[in-house]
């Protein structure tokens, strides 16, 4: 027998109702007290579980739901609390954590593995203390129960608890092992009280990445204590994202009930079916893409999982999705503008649901009801539809593609640097910012009224272009050397080129959590993609007209476009990212006729695109490098190319960034002082850097003698002749008044270090 199972469901509601009621209470709204709070969470909840059961999954979860993130949940339950918080306690430490307080900065935020979705990184010392606090999962579970369902519980694994942890001084966070694995056995007890017999989930996706090797050994004493707790509870440890081979050796050998492996993005887990095969281990085969948006071929994934079965034996095993449902949006319920044949051939969290009970009812050789018959024979006709529509297979774009000829630039970067210093004459510590400058209430309101059709296009027009006067003049009185236009009319650095871009579709409701309240709403690149008409050059142009300095133009990057939306899963990546490099090549040419000189194409995102594995990184550096190459290589020698990144990590890629070939690269670093650089003198890195010489996160103005011993290290690690001077990125999320005095004080700090 196959029984299917969900991994984890969103909890932010279909109408992001989680969102209202937080952001209502933060703000102390009038109506929106904590009850309010309280009851919209517990209506959620009601719902989310009615949903799962309604299209009859057998393994549903509690303990999915949060205030805010299931870390900082597992940090509040282990009561391992920073001691800023201290004279906090119950929810107010709880958002104190999250969000910080007056007298406490919140607790640091990153990304979870490799989706958009941000966890609040535990902190640690020596000295930490942990008190366990079961109140919440155990409330989840009962409530579940009165709802008629009966659920798994979920929690974050205590190894990939800590392998995510910061310590604040510099020891270990595994020195705490035994301490969690204690507080998780305390855990354990209670809930074997709760009911005959519970399942929980313990979430450890830490072995999809390399660090398994070194982990992998923790394994079996740490399941070992957790397993012998009591003999009710069963255990799943749960992976997802990646492969997890290593661990499922260590897993076998142990008393742990179940095993779930991500056959989505872990192809390699097949490799794993023998072994558990001939193990006691229960297998939670994820097998419905929990991480994007289309249709699940039925018919398709039918026959995979047949095929796992097979390969067990005919063993029982459960069938679910790849991982939590947390990662797409709610449902289609509430899209009413999408072109109907495209809405066809999506399906959102609500809609899975039903795949993943097709699928399993299917693979047992069961009838369908009259409702699941009606949905898979949908689910037949969109991948009919999706094979042959007119609206995403263009001939004329996939024609072009095989027929390129032209992958890089002309001249290499020492040559074109030269005739680039000769056009564009440009001294010792050139300046400019990154792209945007703050974006005032007025703007949002003027492109808000614009979208709603309440102001025509020529006020529209006119706002904007005030807006670019503005900045224009700002940056000549400044004294800037290289200008911008500051953005005006972008809402999202990848919406505004989607929106232009043939092949992409913007939903009404698709929301994605991406940390606490906030949510983002990826656009969907569903066919071939081209570029019919100039995206930029308008604005650019009117910019350019009005300063007899340099405008640079400003466009996002093929990879950052492709991390960043939700792609087709019907074609090759490497093909869909020609195709969108070929969008920019168009523009980077157009831009260059109309007389720009300078061109940024960012890649903000280059970095968190990365895989999990290092199998794998070759491969993505290739395509990605690639990809970015082919964008620029209609850029002519005099014309330079600026690329930019965010902050990260750049030792282990700065080979990659320098095969890249811009001719600038600015990086955000000022949290970094010149550490970051040294990598960079490290290898010879050829090309011009612009590092970020001031923080942008906070309202503080730097100070020109602060700037200036900033530059100062800068030099001591990259000559001046390689170096741009400009803040760190982010300059739209800040106010007029912090910009203006802190790029004056930028500009005269430059000047001083010119003398030096
Ligand atoms: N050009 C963009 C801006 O300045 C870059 C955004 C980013 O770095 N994420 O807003
Ligand atoms: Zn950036």
Known sequence: MIKSYVTGFPRIGEQRELKRALEGFWSKKEGFDNDRLQTTAKTLRARHWAYQKDAGIELISSNDFSFYDLMLDTIFALGVIPTRFAKFSGQELYFAMARGADTAVAMEMTKWFNTNYHYIVPELNKDSKFTLNADKIIAEYKEAKENGVKTKINLIGPITFLALSKTTDDSCAFCHLDTVVTKYSELLEQISKLDDEVIVQFDEPIFVTDKDEKLAPKIVPVYEKLTSVAN???????????????????VVKTKIYGLGLDFVYGERNIEALETIKNSNVVLFAGVVNGRNIWKTNIDERVKFVKEIETKLGGKDFYVGSSCSLLHVPFT???EEKLNPEIKSWLSFAVEKLSEISIITALANGKELCEVGAKIYAENKASANSRANSSLIHDKAVQ???????????????????KVQHKALNYGILPTTTIGSFPQTVELRVLRQNFKKGEINEATYNDGIKKYIDECVKFQEDCGLDVLVHGEPERNDMVEYFGEQIKGYAFSQNGWVQSYGSRCVKPPLLFGDVSRPNPMTVEWISYAQSKTSKIMKGMLTGPVTILNWSFVRDDKPRAQIAKQLALCINDEIADLQDAGIKIIQVDEAAFKEGYPLRAENVGAYEKFSVDCFKLSVSSARPETQIHTHMCYSEFNDIIKTIEAMDADVISIETARSGNELLKIFKAVGYKQEVGPGIYDIHSPRIPSVEEQVEQIKALLEVLPKEQLWINPDCGLKTRKWEEVEPSLKNMVEAVKIARAL
Request: hydrophobic share 40%; net charge positive; aromatic share 14%.
């Open 399 to 417: 024609e072009r593609v095989s027929k390129l000829t032209k992958f890089e630039r002309e001249m290499s970067f020492e040559e074109r640097i």
């Open 232 to 250: 009710n509870v069963k255990i799943v440890f749960m992976t997802y994202f990646e492969h997890a081979l290593k661990a499922v050796n260590e």
């Open 332 to 334: 289609l319920k509430y």
